[in-house]
């Protein structure tokens, strides 16, 4: 009994790290693919348009809530900890440092990732399962190309101009909280954030937003292709999308901060 519960054992890891090496290779197929695709992609320029206003207009209501707690929640967590350290006059260096180089990338991916990466792999789950891609496929129409190219290719461009609103936003909060709140003047708020801006740490913050945009498109569009199973294998399609986008961008999070502030920015 014993040893039949430890073959199904060794057997269920087994499959899980083939099925996890399968997927690898077939995530990689389609990276190739739609690097391939990339140029006729870019022709049907509508699709991207409509797939940035999906993007990055639907997203912006929520990027806007979250950025400015973000931001409210920095300035009262900087306060407290620099209380009885460090003076008050810096609080606002610390709020800028902190959203563009970490909290603004990072959160407003997150966040997006959950909504858009969820409806990408609905959308293109539901399309897998009622045969639609196969009907794209018999009228000589390239699925990569007519669907995952658009969709990575508007994520990548709107997530560095959402997170440029998310940093301003997050960076705003910050400073209402800190002038009503916590008694720093508007005079030494807005000088420190002057005297400790560095235009390094804006871009390496947009370069991950770059970074995390592939990734939202990449496994929604992933993971929607590869959904079986009816409106069950939607639904696991679709919490797998979100799931993998969010591991991702945490595990490239901390790849990027040791390339840039160790390697590029490190002088």
């Known amino acids: 009994m014993h040893e039949d519960l430890a073959l199904r054992g060794v057997r269920y890891v087994w499959r899980r790290a083939f099925d ?13 693919d739609v690097g ?3 140029g006729p992609g870019l022709r049907s320029f509508g699709l991207v348009v409509r797939q940035m206003g999906a993007v990055g207009v639907g997203s912006l209501w929520l990027v806007v809530v979250v950025s400015v707690f973000t ?9 407290y900890q620099f209380s009885t350290v460090v003076p008050l006059k810096y609080i606002g260096s610390v709020i800028l440092r902190s959203v563009i ?7 407003t991916a997150l966040i997006v990732g959950g909504r858009v990466g969820s409806s990408i ?18 009228m000589a129409i390239n699925p990569v190309r007519y669907l995952v190219v ?10 560095p101009v959402l997170t440029i609103f998310a940093d301003a ?35 390496s913050g947009l370069l991950k937003a770059v970074m995390f945009g592939g ?3 990449t496994m929604g569009c992933f993971h929607g292709f590869a959904t079986e199973g009816g409106a069950e294998g939607v639904g696991v399609a679709t919490t797998n999308a979100v799931v993998s986008a969010c591991v991702l961008i945490l595990i490239s999070d901390y790849v990027l901060a040791n390339v840039f502030f160790r390697l590029i920015f490190a002088k």
């Not at 996890?20 to 190739?32: D, E, N, S």
């Not at 180089?101 to 959160?107: A, C, D, N, R, S």
């Not at 658009?150 to 997530?159: D, K, L, Y």
């Open 215 to 217: 990734i939202i498109g």
């Open 36 to 38: 391939r695709y990339l």
């Open 169 to 203: 936003i997050a960076i705003f909060g910050g400073f209402v909280v800190s002038i009503t709140s916590i008694g720093v003047s508007t005079h030494t708020y807005t000088t420190s954030l002057k005297d400790f801006f560095y235009m390094k740490d804006l871009v």
């Open 150 to 159: 658009p969709r990575v290719v508007a994520s990548v461009i709107m997530m």
């Open 121 to 138: 792999a609905a959308e293109l789950g539901t399309m897998k399962v009622t045969e639609q891609i196969d009907a794209l496929r018999a």
């Open 101 to 107: 180089i970490e909290l603004g990338p990072v959160l």
């Open 20 to 32: 996890w090496v399968a997927g690898v290779g077939r995530l990689t197929l389609l990276l190739g």
């Open 71 to 79: 931001g409210a929640v920095a300035a009262v967590q900087a306060a």
